[in-house]
């Protein structure tokens, strides 16, 4: 007997679809998908690969928290820039080059290590010129998903996007791991370079988009000051900005120097850290299959309650000793922090914001997942004067009280009721 119930599960379940079906349709936007999978691949290998060499050459978690750092603090400068980069140029060719550089700076990484001439300072450099490059890649990437999506279809294409990555991510970490026990480190550099050649060729394939070509009538200096701006003027963005970067600095800093803790706490090694990360990656993915069932309106409260759940998941992380416990805490970490809050607010920002400007906004946005390169150090000079567990939760707490604080109890903070209307 069918119920009203049972009709409205029905329903929902052929809206879910039909709105995937909606965004698949469309063959530039597959291809930018396969474009991200690799990508996405690549960059799950690159940084515990990366980890992993520089604890094999110096046996510190400090120095692997100070690599990460350098890639962060140009990654972070160059932000902006190449959100005024994003909207003066085809934003295919942006992530053609920087991507085909990336795999320039990894070949040539793999060289060294396969030589075996790699110096730490080595590392250092290619951190640093991987941070300027990925830092251009960034706002971008995200800013074509309007290019090839109706508005309306945004949320769906994020949600996409979203699962591109973490597909990515889950097998990247996991297969850097196995290569790295069985080939080698010089072995899992090489394979990270196919991978950014394939995605280049995949955004070649894309063709034209509906991006406007642009007409320069002013200064970058001018269409940079319009987007923060736009920023400052717009209540709900710069309350989402704020939670979200401190989110990035303090909630994500944990994120690259998770191979240091696995192997003080956990004693495990580098497969080990795979599984880990293997676990975030499944969780992100679960993660961005829930995002298709958000609507619109709710993505603003949908964005604040997972940025609190967040941190009380991160908490019980970081004082686990377990292997097993700690990988289904990360899995639940991965899925509430890479899953959906960084969709979510991804999501409110492009419905927020005019498309001529939307690159410039996106490049302040994506500030977030920069700077938890810069937070990566400072937390592991925290855990090496106390241990994990402080560090870790303190970091936590940070975030929990900037969220309280800017987005509900500050005056002037835009409600919860007010939502993104799309």
């Known amino acids: 007997m069918t119920t009203p119930e ?69 990654n972070v400068s160059i932000l902006l820039v190449a959100g005024v980069v994003a909207d003066r140029f085809q934003r295919r060719y942006v992530l053609m080059t920087t991507q085909a550089a990336v795999a320039g ?38 800013t074509m998903i309007g290019d090839l999506v109706e508005e ?15 597909a990515g991510s889950i097998f990247g970490p996991l297969l850097a791991g196995a290569v790295i026990e069985v080939w080698g480190l010089a072995t899992s550099l090489f394979v990270i370079v ?32 319009e987007g923060l701006t736009y920023v400052r003027n717009s209540p709900l963005l710069l309350t989402i900005i704020i939670v979200v970067v401190t989110f990035g600095a303090f909630g994500m800093a944990h994120n690259h120097i998770v191979p240091a803790m696995a192997k003080d706490v956990m004693g495990t090694g580098a497969a080990g850290v ?68 960084w969709p979510l607010a991804t999501t409110v ?21 920069a700077v938890h390169y810069l937070g990566a150090y400072p937390l592991a000079l925290a855990a090496g004067q106390w241990d994990w567990g402080f560090a870790i939760t303190g970091s936590a707490m940070i975030s929990l009280f900037v969220t309280v604080w800017f987005a509900v109890a500050r005056r002037g903070a835009p409600t919860i009721s007010r939502q993104a209307a799309g």
């Open 6 to 74: 049972t009709t409205k599960v029905v329903a929902d379940q052929a809206g879910y679809w039909r709105r995937i079906a909606i965004v698949w349709g469309a063959r530039a936007f597959r291809w930018y998908w396969i474009s991200v999978v690799t990508q996405a691949l690549a960059l799950g290998m690159q940084f515990l690969v990366i980890g992993w060499l520089v604890l094999e050459i110096t046996g510190s978690s400090a120095q692997l928290g100070l690599v990460i750092s350098l890639y962060g603090i140009p």
């Open 105 to 142: 700076i990894v070949a040539a990484l793999a060289f060294l290590t396969v030589t075996d001439l790699v110096l730490v300072w080595h590392v250092y450099a290619a951190a640093v010129l991987l941070g300027v490059t990925q830092g251009v890649n960034m706002p971008a990437r995200t």
């Open 152 to 166: 309306h279809s945004i949320l769906d294409g994020v949600a996409l996007n979203s699962a591109a990555m973490q």
């Open 194 to 225: 196919g991978c950014y050649f394939v995605s280049v060729v995949c955004v070649a394939k894309i063709g034209r988009t509906r991006q406007s070509d642009y007409t320069a009538k002013r200064s970058v200096f001018s269409d940079f000051v």
């Open 274 to 341: 795979g599984l880990l990360f293997l676990g975030s990656g499944i969780g992100a993915f679960i993660g961005s299959l829930i995002l298709p069932m958000i609507q619109n309106a709710s993505v603003y409260r949908s964005l604040l309650f997972s940025l609190v759940i967040f941190t009380l998941i991160l908490t019980l992380f970081a004082w686990a000793s377990s292997f097993w416990v700690s990988w289904v805490l990360f899995l639940f970490v991965g899925l509430v922090g890479k899953g959906l809050v």
């Open 349 to 369: 920002v492009q419905l927020e914001t005019p498309i001529d400007v939307r690159g410039r906004v996106m490049g302040v946005l994506h500030i977030t997942p």
